[in-house]
Each structure stands twice: as structure tokens, then as C-alpha cells.
């Protein structure tokens, strides 16, 4: 009887990346496929050496076969097994002058059960022929399972792409004779100051008045037209409500990738780049403003975007971040570098349009507010608590644009136009709440069921502008961020935009593709 052969390890290789993939599909963009493949390819090559040793080590490939599945489980399943046990709040194990706690003691426990499996393999006589068979055909059956997730959902988008359109207005632009340099840095989940006041007990005024002394107009009032990045940034992107969005359904309306081809390919940037400016995109680690094609020129900061390190996390490179902070790192250092290289911007030559989505500061919470790398906060996009960190992080944030500011006002040869909104306001009530794991009853009930303080937290954005020769005169203090380029083209551009109603949206994760207007549950009732 032919033998088998030996598939099911290089299966298993691939299977782990291809589920998260499948499982993370609507949020994907083609750098992350392009990603997938680089991992799937270096996984097979170390699976097969590793295959090679073992095979020599035990001097049966069957053996062999069975190890390297073992190690393989063991690799991409330990950030997930830590995740688990870490809730249990396992107390620390003193030997001397050494604590174990539970990531050393799971690594341990996995050591021992390699050594353990090892001595078996060794030990063991029996034909391993039929059980190769079957593991085969299991490996089979769960990587085609993965492989038509994906290429249905795809083949699915690429119908749903054809239909989503956008009208784009029609209008006739005065080519200015000096085109000012323009700046939209979106600061992620930077609270309004009434929200800092009443919810976190914290004065922004300081900062404020310092925006104000160089010449910025603050829109005290603002709020977001949706509570979601990817909601927001189409929005304000394209100058325009979502529901003008032509022939989407709201089940297709629900795929985040069509957001994402509305912020890549946006309103604001193409009719920018018929002015004659180029578009400068800084890559933000974050889906469709990791990078731009569309960019004339790129800016990366940092090595990891939100899919790799969320991938990360699941395996056993989340031992070694407990230990050495490595993903915290790189991610303060993207952080860092974007302010950095914002600050050289005007050093290109001629007129530019800047986009830079920066993660800050919204969590994780990675610096303290003079700095510093805080190594003992949860590595986590939807933990808004506690609330000190977010504070703290939001003082960094705000030390670092006065010295952005400050160089670029300084040495900018023309005033630059500068927008430093917040997509949305942070999470922490909603988060209480229930909002990203909402039960039926709150996805049927939709708005009603969340606080009126958790709304308000959410949608009030800081929101601030510095409009040279004259521009600030145009602003009213609840501008909303749809408005925005509306009104700076209208008057540098001599465009005619309509100005829209300023109105605010929420959805759920789950229901992005259902907003419900809640404008009188959150807007502003005082008149100053």
C-alpha cells in the first residue's frame, strides 16, 4: 500500500494566517493580503527546515510530521491561551528571587509539553500511516473552508465596487496665484473640552488659548458627523453625508473596504491635485490610511500596521512583548516620527495637501503626558479605560502639535491653511455601555439604549482651524468636519459649495450600515 504523504504540517503553516484573514476580512486592505502572503511564505519555508531537522532528530517523518504541528499549534496559539488565563488573575510564584507569572508559567508549561511529546514520539512503535491520512484530509477541508470565506467575499466587493458612486460636484475653481500649503491632521479620539471638563475632570484651557494666541479659531461646538474613523474620515473626505452614497444597499453598505475606497480616493484630494498640489500621505498603521496610492508622495513611520500586530499578538511573539515591549515601541516611534516629519513638510517644494491620520490619542495608551513610554497599559485599540492614561496621553498629544506648530508657522515661505480635527471623541462610557459586544435587545433598540453622557462623549470632537488672510471669518463654532473643506474651498477656491446642515450620526459596529441621526441628544445647549 503507497504511503502518504506528509501535508498536513505546511497545511496547518498557513491555516492559522488564513483564519485570521477570513475573520478580518471586511477590514482588510490589499497591503494586508500582500502581508498574508509574505507570512504564509516565511511560514513554510521555517516549517519546512524545522521539518528537515526533526526528520533527522527522530529519523521518521511521520514523527516529524506530528512535532512540527505540535510547535506550529503551540506558536499560534499562545497569544490566544494567554489572553484566557491572564483574566484568571493567576498570582505571582516566588522561587528565590524570581516571579513566575502567567506568561512564563504558560512558556514553561509548553516547554514541558514539547519535552514530553518528544520522549512519546521516541518511544512509540506504532504505524503512523493511517492517522497521517486523516490529519491530511482535516487540514484539507479546514484551509478551503478559509479560502472560500475570502475569495466569496471578494468576489462579492468586487460587485458591490461597481455600483458605489459618488455624484462629485461640478465647480468652477479660481486658480489662486499663491497656493498655500494645507494640513488635515486627524488627532483619533480627541475629546472636546466640555467632555474633558465634565467627564475626566481635566482643563484644557491652557492649550487652547495657546492654539488661539497663534492665530487658530476653535470650534467649541463641533461635533462628529459619525462616531466610527471609517464613517468619519469618508465623510469629511468627500464633503458629504454617506447616504448620498449611489446605489449601496444597507446589507452591502455594511463592508468597511467601500469606506475605505472612499477615503483613498476622496473628493478633497482629487480636487486638490487639479489645483496643482501634491498629495503628501502619511501612513498611519491603521487599514485605509496605512498608505495611499494615490499619494504623490508617502511618509511611513513605524513597521507594523494594525493587522500585523494584531496577528502578532495571537501568537507566541505576544511572550516577548510582555517582555520587551517591542510592539509598543514601534508604535510610539510612529507616533513620534509623524510629528517629526509633519513638522518638515514645508521644505517640499511647491503647493501640498497633507493627510495625517495620527493614533493619538486614542489608545493604547503609550506615553505619559512628558513622554515617556508607559510599558504597563494594555495593548488594546477599544480599552478607553483608565482614564488618567488618556489623559496623560492627550497632554503628549498636545505638547508635541505646539512644537509641530510652531516650526511650521514659523518657516512656511506662505500661511499655511492647518485642520487639526478629531474623527471622534473617546469611547470609555460606551465602552461601559456595551457598545462593541451590544446585546439583540440594543441592536434592535439601537441609540435609545445607550446614556445620553455616553452619546454626547462620543460625538463632541475638539475641532480647530487656522485660516490665513481672513479665512477664520468663515467659521462658525459647531462647524461639523462634512462642512469643512467646504468652506475653505469656497473661499480660497471661490467654489460654490453648498454649505450642509451639520448633523451627527451614530451607528454601532454591527450596524454601520444603519446610522440614526441623534443631532438634539448631543449638540450643544449653551450660547457662548
Known amino acids: 500500500m ?31 493580503i500582500i502581508l498574508s502572503i509574505y507570512i504564509v511564505v ?41 489572553s484566557i488565563i491572564e483574566k484568571i488573575n493567576i498570582p505571582l510564584i516566588r522561587f528565590s528571587t524570581v516571579y513566575i507569572g502567567a506568561n512564563k508559567l ?11 511529546v518528544i520522549y512519546i514520539l521516541r518511544k512509540l512503535k506504532l504505524s503512523l500511516n493511517n492517522f497521517t491520512k486523516f490529519l491530511n484530509i482535516v487540514s484539507v477541508i479546514l484551509i478551503l473552508f478559509s479560502i472560500l470565506q475570502v475569495t466569496n467575499f471578494y468576489f462579492k466587493r468586487g460587485k458591490v465596487l461597481e455600483n458605489v458612486t459618488i455624484d462629485y460636484a461640478k465647480t468652477n475653481s479660481r486658480e489662486m496665484k499663491m497656493l498655500p500649503d494645507i494640513y488635515y491632521i486627524v488627532m483619533d479620539g480627541y475629546a472636546n473640552s466640555t467632555t474633558l471638563a465634565e467627564n475626566y475632570n481635566f482643563c484644557n484651557g491652557q492649550f487652547i488659548k495657546d492654539l488661539q494666541n497663534n ?38 453598505n455594511s463592508d468597511r473596504f467601500i469606506f475605505s475606497v472612499l477615503i483613498q480616493n476622496s473628493e478633497v484630494m482629487n480636487f486638490l491635485k487639479a489645483q496643482g498640489y501634491k498629495f503628501v500621505h502619511f501612513s498611519s498603521g491603521w487599514g485605509p490610511t496605512n498608505n495611499n496610492p ?27 512583548e510582555k517582555k520587551f515591549n517591542l510592539i509598543k515601541i ?95 471623541g473617546p469611547g470609555y462610557i460606551l465602552d461601559k455601555e456595551g457598545w462593541l459586544n451590544p446585546s439583540e435587545n440594543a441592536l434592535k433598540e439601537r441609540t435609545r439604549i445607550f446614556s445620553e453622557n455616553a452619546l454626547k462623549e462620543r460625538t463632541r470632537i475638539f475641532n480647530a482651524f487656522y485660516l490665513p488672510n481672513g479665512g477664520d471669518k468663515i467659521l462658525y463654532n459647531s462647524i461639523s468636519p462634512v462642512n469643512s473643506f467646504r468652506l475653505i474651498f469656497n473661499f480660497y477656491f471661490k467654489t460654490n459649495f453648498k454649505i450642509l446642515e451639520d448633523k451627527c450620526f451614530f451607528v454601532t459596529y454591527q450596524n454601520i450600515c444603519c446610522p440614526v441621526d441623534v443631532t438634539d441628544r448631543v449638540k450643544f445647549n449653551y450660547s457662548y
Open 2 to 32: 503507497k504511503k502518504p504523504y506528509v501535508l498536513y504540517p505546511f497545511i496547518f503553516a498557513i491555516f492559522p494566517v488564513l483564519f485570521f484573514l477570513s475573520h478580518n476580512i471586511k477590514q482588510t486592505s490589499k497591503q494586508d
Open 330 to 424: 514601534d508604535l510610539a516611534n510612529r507616533i513620534l516620527c509623524s510629528f517629526s516629519k509633519l513638522s518638515d513638510i514645508y521644505k517640499i517644494e511647491g503647493p501640498k495637501f497633507t493627510f495625517a491620520h495620527i493614533n493619538c490619542p486614542h489608545p493604547p495608551y503609550l506615553f505619559d503626558a512628558e513622554g515617556n513610554l508607559i510599558t504597563q497599559s494594555k495593548l488594546s485599540l477599544n480599552i478607553w479605560e483608565p482614564k488618567n492614561l488618556y489623559i496623560e496621553q492627550l497632554q503628549f498629544a498636545n505638547n508635541k502639535l505646539k512644537e509641530m506648530l510652531k516650526k511650521i508657522l514659523s518657516k512656511s515661505k506662505i500661511k499655511p491653511i492647518i485642520i487639526i480635527q478629531a474623527d471622534h
Open 294 to 320: 494615490k499619494a504623490d508622495i508617502e511618509i511611513f513611520c513605524g513597521n507594523l500596521n494594525e493587522f500585523l500586530w494584531k496577528f502578532a499578538q495571537t501568537t507566541l511573539f505576544s511572550f516577548f
Open 215 to 252: 492665530g487658530f479659531y476653535i470650534a467649541s461646538k463641533s461635533l462628529s458627523n459619525y462616531p466610527i474613523t471609517y464613517l468619519s474620515l469618508a465623510s469629511s473626505l468627500n464633503m458629504r453625508y454617506l447616504s448620498e452614497l449611489n446605489k449601496v444597499s444597507k446589507k452591502t
Open 106 to 116: 504558560l512558556f514553561l508549561f509548553y516547554l514541558l509539553l514539547i519535552v514530553f
Open 42 to 82: 516565511i511560514t513554510l519555508i521555517v516549517s519546512g527546515l524545522l521539518y528537515l531537522f526533526l526528520n533527522l532528530f527522530l529519523k521518521n517523518y511521520y514523527k516529524a510530521g506530528l512535532l512540527v504541528s505540535l510547535i506550529l499549534f503551540i506558536f499560534y496559539s499562545y497569544g490566544h491561551f494567554y
